[in-house]
Every structure is written in structure tokens, then in C-alpha cells.
């Protein structure tokens, strides 16, 4: 069984673009979640994607957004990139509407210059 | 304001001795806690989870401990082998509160060194 999936795997991009993130959760897991991780700071909540709907984000700015395809991948957004959003952006998913443990991705490493 | 912590940034053991790994926690209303293991430049992975009503689940060489009465957690890997070393998060969860939902309040990680 395949598992979280996440691409690019490295991203560069310049201050003021935009990122965009994918990743492809495990089969029959209707549940996304995004995470950052910033160096030296532990693991943190960006959003709650399940069947589609955003259903619950952490303490980030707006400019940071996504979505949820009917097949269940997700795609995170971030705009007017910052120098401080560099970071690990790791996907996770899992089945049941999150009730149960969340299996992550390998991650996006992006770096803004 | 850290809801979940691990006081301890590092540990080092000798390989076939016991691991124990602490968490704390500050919120009585945390339903589900799990521990992830993680390796450099790669996402966690998940090892075990207990639910608010048990107090110890087992899996192989991994036992989580967990008392409530205290808000703390342990992880106790036995025995200890070179593979383990990697950085050790505990996780948190409240679904029962509003707004809480899908979120994993995850501590600063604990880094394991078992040693051959």
C-alpha cells in the first residue's frame, strides 16, 4: 500500500511568489492534514482538510490556503511568500474523519530567497 | 503557551537497555496522545498510541505509559537497538473541544542516541 505522497520534494522560490504544495493521501483516507515545521521549531498545525471541506486551521495568516480534490489530494497554497515561511511542510493523512493516527509524508522543503 | 513539552532535548542509551522518553502535558482535555519517530529530512512516522481511558498500550518493543492524574506520558522502548536513534515526538489531541478538531499538538521532540 502506497503512502502519503508529497511533491515537489524541494521548492525554491523568491520572496513575493506563490507556492503550491501537493500531496496524495493513502487509499480510502478522506482526511488531509498540513503541518509546518520551521527550523528549530517543533511540528505545527496549518489546516484540517476532510471529504472535500476545510474543517479546521491553525494560528497562520490567510495568505496561507488550500483545497481538497474529490479524489482526496489536497494542494496547500502559500502567497506573498516571506522569508520565515522556509520551511518543511509535511502532509498527513488518515481515515475516519481523523479519529484515528494521521501517517505523514515525506515533506516539501521550501526555501524562499 | 506549549500545551505539550519534552523537557529532555536528548538521550543517549546503550544498545539493549530500556529508552524511556518523557512528555508532559498542560491541557486535562487531551482525549488521544500518540509518539512519532522521525529521521532527518523525512516526515514521522507513527509507532503508538494510547486513548485518555487506558493507561498503557503495548506494541512489540514499545509500551506507552500514560498518567493522567500527573498529565504525563512515557514511551519505553525495549530493547534499545542502534535503529532507534532518531528524534521522538509526542502528540496530543482534543476533539472533544470545540475547535479543536484534526489538530495534533505535537512537543519540541527528544533526541534518541542508542549506542552499539
Known amino acids: 500500500e502506497a503512502g502519503v505522497t508529497q511533491s515537489p520534494t524541494h521548492l525554491i522560490k523568491t520572496r513575493g511568489q506563490q507556492a503550491t504544495l501537493r500531496c496524495s493521501p493513502i487509499?480510502?483516507?478522506?482526511?488531509v492534514y498540513w503541518y509546518q515545521q520551521a527550523l528549530g521549531l517543533g511540528l505545527q498545525f496549518l489546516l484540517w482538510?476532510?471529504?472535500?471541506?476545510?474543517?479546521n486551521r491553525g494560528n497562520f495568516p490567510p495568505r496561507f490556503s488550500g483545497r481538497q480534490f474529490p479524489n482526496y489530494s489536497s494542494e496547500l497554497n502559500v502567497n506573498a511568500l516571506e522569508l520565515e515561511d522556509s520551511a518543511l511542510y509535511l502532509c498527513?493523512?488518515?481515515?475516519?474523519?481523523?479519529?484515528?493516527?494521521?501517517?505523514f509524508g515525506q515533506g516539501t522543503r521550501l526555501t524562499v530567497v | 503557551d506549549q500545551q505539550v513539552k519534552q523537557n529532555s532535548p536528548s538521550l543517549s542509551v546503550q544498545e539493549g537497555r530500556i529508552s524511556i522518553l518523557n512528555c508532559d502535558y498542560t491541557n486535562s482535555m487531551f482525549d488521544y496522545f500518540l509518539w512519532y519517530k522521525k529521521y532527518p529530512a523525512e516526515g514521522p512516522t507513527f509507532l503508538i498510541s494510547i486513548s485518555s481511558i487506558k493507561d498503557k498500550n503495548e506494541d512489540g518493543r514499545f509500551t506507552v505509559f500514560l498518567n493522567k492524574s500527573a498529565k504525563h506520558l512515557s514511551l519505553h522502548i525495549v530493547p534499545s537497538q542502534p535503529g532507534d536513534s532518531a528524534v521522538y515526538f509526542c502528540a496530543a489531541s482534543a476533539w472533544g473541544i470545540y475547535n479543536q478538531g484534526g489538530k495534533l499538538i505535537f512537543g519540541q521532540g527528544t533526541e534518541l542516541s542508542v549506542k552499539p
Open positions: 487509499s480510502g483516507h478522506t482526511s
Open positions: 498527513a493523512s488518515s481515515d475516519e474523519g481523523g479519529h484515528t493516527e494521521a501517517f
Open positions: 482538510y476532510d471529504e472535500g471541506e476545510e474543517r
